[in-house]
T-cell receptor
């Protein structure tokens, strides 16, 4: 069966520090991968999606970036965090794209102080 | 105006009541998703549908493509159904983006 892992579960970082969140998927090949953010009291916002290794599409201009170095690994990064980067970050995968069921990871709660 | 609107934003009901959550959207879609977000933050996909009706246990989802409207029903509600229910659509214009509603917070009181 397929599983999706995210780490860390919780992170507190100072403003201006770097960020690296990792997501890995097991039990499937060539998944579409997604990074979402949910700010406090707000809905889910798509940040990045990837249809293959090295292929990243950005939905929102910001100081975040994403990379997909391996088929089932998706990394969200920042060189310098802002206060506004605080939120709940979710990774998800699907087999056939946004018209297919998406499976979400457990999420990372990021607080930038 | 958001492309996906949900109502109500908050709903409190007694255990056993029949629950209805509504979702309206303004764009052409290829699919509509209902998601459940538990208090800890984890999200589970409940349904994906493009026409008609789907049922899973006590949950029923319906969609009317002509009216651009979907409903999620919960029969015999239980406190463990307390969660945020999120509607999302896959627009027709061919990219990989889901568009989300802001969610309905459901609380079932024992």
């Amino acid at each position: 069966s397929q599983t999706i892992h995210q780490w860390p579960a919780t992170l507190v970082q100072p403003v201006g520090s770097p960020l690296s969140l990792e997501c890995t998927v097991e039990g499937t090949s060539n998944p579409n991968l997604y990074w979402y953010r949910q700010a406090a009291g707000r809905g889910l916002q798509l940040l990045f999606y990837s249809v293959g290794i090295g292929q990243i599409s950005s939905e929102v201009p910001q100081n975040l970036s994403a990379s997909r170095p391996q088929d089932r690994q998706f990394i969200l990064s920042s060189k310098k965090l802002l206060l506004s980067d605080s939120g709940f970050y979710l990774c998800a995968w699907s087999l056939l794209g946004a018209g297919d069921t998406q499976y979400f990871g457990p999420g990372t709660r990021l607080t930038v102080l | 105006k958001n492309e996906v609107e949900q109502s109500p934003q908050n709903l409190t009901a007694q255990e056993g009541e029949f629950i209805t959550i509504n979702c309206s959207y303004s764009v052409g879609i290829s699919a509509l998703h209902w998601l459940q977000q538990h208090p800890g933050g984890g999200i589970v996909s409940l349904f994906m549908l493009s026409s008609g009706k789907k049922k899973h246990g006590r949950l029923i989802a319906t969609i009317n493509i002509q009216e651009k409207h979907s409903s999620l029903h919960i029969t015999a509600s239980h406190p463990r159904d307390s969660a945020v229910y999120i509607c999302a659509v896959t627009p027709n214009f061919g990219n990989e983006k889901l568009t989300f509603g802001t969610g309905t917070r459901l609380t079932i009181i024992p």
